[in-house]
């Protein structure tokens, strides 16, 4: 007889279960601030973006926000993703390069570990990632780059994570300027109620579908103290939560949401010392303070339940002052005013509109004008309604003057030229100009002079690639302050792939252990990989740069193996022409 196995999402639906135990007041309380915080940060995106931007920009992107029709038209809409394709070019040559980077354990630098990190960002996919969010800073600037350390991967032994958030549930502190110096920011997922209860089993038990403030059982708990120590704008805490669960897409499915707050409340602790007197001693208590959550706070809830509240797990990097959260802003362009800059796809979706209406309006006028008509002599005895006009049909008239066939006048040429203009206009508001594109200009041009054009013409691409450099210091130092604090365990990130090869191994950093990590950053400039690519087997051919470094570079698959065997051979060609007789 066959086991009988049911799907984790419905075990225990058909079963009565026991009153679930709802938010207390404290809980609620701390689920009302969350929600002006996030109102506050919707409210500031809405402003500079406009309402529904990122939903707008996921249906220009995947191109279906046309209405289609069973009936034909006389006006099919034209696509032209002319924009969609520049913008995905743009990302991948910003994110064309892996990082390289130093680490050094007490003073010293620190070969192994830097060849086992350089593993775990590959295995990780951590580029592929990159360019997830450098595709989406190109429709919402900025996009998020989320990281975590999760310890069930790899056996056991852990890994850290990275991925692209979507940018409609990132919810940052309005008044910031950047990632360093917000004061809050939410962010939210949604999970099946059973991944609730395994990823939080202590109070994701209470956690029900569909369930808000007002479906649970009401109970008072005295006593608590989850409140957040943050000055709120004065108006009504309570607002309306997000929609949700009620919508067809997400299912039974319920959302949690995550809080990373530099919450400034203070514990008070006493300081007992001696003080001298003229009767001696006495004893003295002097009243002090500190910070209850001196690198931040995290607060997961649901639903108005809280799952998690405590101090903010994150390591701090070694520029932040009070902490630092596991998001990264990723911009595409500069943001003097705000945390939000201008999405790039504005700078060239007008021009693209105008380009499809221009190109549907021509479709349109070559359909019901360009028809050529026929013209047939009343004295030809021709039935008209048996003439079809068909290939290779034939016709008995009488007369001089066979049927004739007239064509209208031609659309003016420049008519068609317009939209072509405005796509090469979107073309070079992006950043990609003839140079560019590899289209030489009039007249011999020397390589030089064309390698000193097309750099000047790729201005956009380096200062994109400048603002995505602190992004990459960010998330290389935070990947590995991860792993130095998470990773407790040795773990084999490379196996052998020769007996000369050892491969790489973890292992974990001693507590009392300084160490720091440095990005070089002309390893994640465009301009300088390209350079480099150009450079390199020119110098190789003098001899002046080993066949490992050269090989790397050029990201020639196991350039490791073929430059040790390339040093083989030639040790090997040197010692033949000492034992060759003279």
């Not at 108005?304 to 002052?321: K, S």
Request: hydrophobic share 35%.
């Amino acid at each position: 007889m066959a086991a009988m196995v049911e799907a984790p999402f419905l075990v225990g639906m058909e079963k009565k279960s026991e009153p679930l135990r709802g938010p207390s007041p404290a809980e609620m309380k701390v689920s009302r601030q969350l929600d002006t915080l996030q109102r506050m940060a919707d409210q500031e995106r809405d402003q500079r973006w406009g309402p529904n931007w990122v939903a707008e920009m996921k249906d220009f992107y995947e191109l279906n926000y046309y209405p289609s029709t069973a009936t034909p038209s006389y006006r099919p809409r034209i696509v032209l993703p002319e924009l969609q394709y520049l913008l995905m070019s743009e990302s991948t040559d910003l994110t064309n390069d892996s990082p390289k980077c130093y680490i050094s354990v007490n003073g010293k630098r620190d070969e192994p570990r830097e060849n086992a990190f350089a593993a775990s960002w590959k295995q990780g996919l951590f580029n592929n990632r990159i360019f997830d969010a450098v595709f989406w800073s190109q429709f919402a600037n900025p996009a998020w780059l989320h990281m975590g350390f999760d310890g069930n991967t790899r056996n056991g032994k852990g890994s850290v994570w990275l991925r692209a958030r979507d940018p409609e549930t990132v919810h940052p502190d309005p008044h910031a300027k950047n990632d360093r110096d917000w004061s809050f920011v939410l962010f939210d997922d949604w999970f099946y109620v059973d991944e609730v209860k395994r990823r939080w089993p202590e109070q994701g038990h209470r956690v029900r579908v569909g369930a808000g403030y007002d479906d649970y059982q009401d109970y008072a708990e005295s006593g608590s103290h989850f409140d957040l120590s943050m000055d709120l704008p004065p108006g009504p805490l309570r607002v309306d939560a997000p929609e949700g669960f009620e919508h067809q897409r997400n299912g039974p499915r319920v959302r949690v949401r995550y809080a990373f707050v530099k919450d400034y409340a203070r514990d008070s602790i006493r300081e007992i010392a001696g003080e001298k007197t003229a009767q001696g001693f006495e004893l003295v208590i002097k009243p002090m303070a500190k910070w209850s959550y001196p690198g931040g706070r995290f607060i997961a809830e649901c639903n108005g339940i809280i799952l998690a509240d405590g101090p903010n797990w994150t390591p701090r990097l070694p520029e932040d002052d009070f902490g630092t959260f596991p998001l990264f802003g990723v911009w595409s362009m500069p943001h003097p005013s705000s945390i939000y800059g201008p999405p790039p796809v504005r700078y060239g979706k007008g021009p693209q509109d105008i380009a499809e209406r221009m190109y549907t309006q021509l479709i349109e006028n070559m359909i019901r004008t360009n028809n050529v008509q026929c013209w047939i002599p009343r004295d030809s005895n021709i039935d008209i309604d048996a003439y079809g006009g068909l290939p290779g049909e034939v016709q008995v008239y009488d007369g001089d003057k066979p049927p004739t066939m007239t064509s209208p006048p031609q659309i003016p040429q420049h008519m068609t030229q317009i939209p072509e203009v405005l796509l090469q206009k979107v073309a070079r508001y992006i950043g990609f100009t003839p140079e560019r594109q590899g289209q030489a200009g009039d007249g011999n041009i020397s390589p030089e002079l064309f390698d000193a054009s097309l750099f000047q013409s790729q201005s956009l691409l380096r200062m994109k690639a400048r603002l995505l450099a602190e992004t990459y210091q960010r998330v290389t130092q935070m990947a590995f302050y991860m792993m130095a604090r998470f990773k407790v365990v040795e773990d084999r990130l490379k196996p052998a792939r020769s007996d000369t090869d050892k491969g790489c191994t973890w292992t974990p950093l001693p507590g009392s252990a300084e160490c720091d990590l440095e990005l070089d950053e002309t390893s994640i400039d465009a301009m300088s990989s390209a350079i480099m690519r150009k450079l390199v087997p020119a110098l190789a051919k003098m001899n002046m740069i080993p066949a490992k470094f050269a090989l790397e570079t050029l990201g020639v698959p196991h350039a490791e193996e073929m430059a040790a065997e390339a040093t083989r051979q030639l040790e090997l060609a040197a010692l033949a022409k000492l034992k060759r007789p003279r």
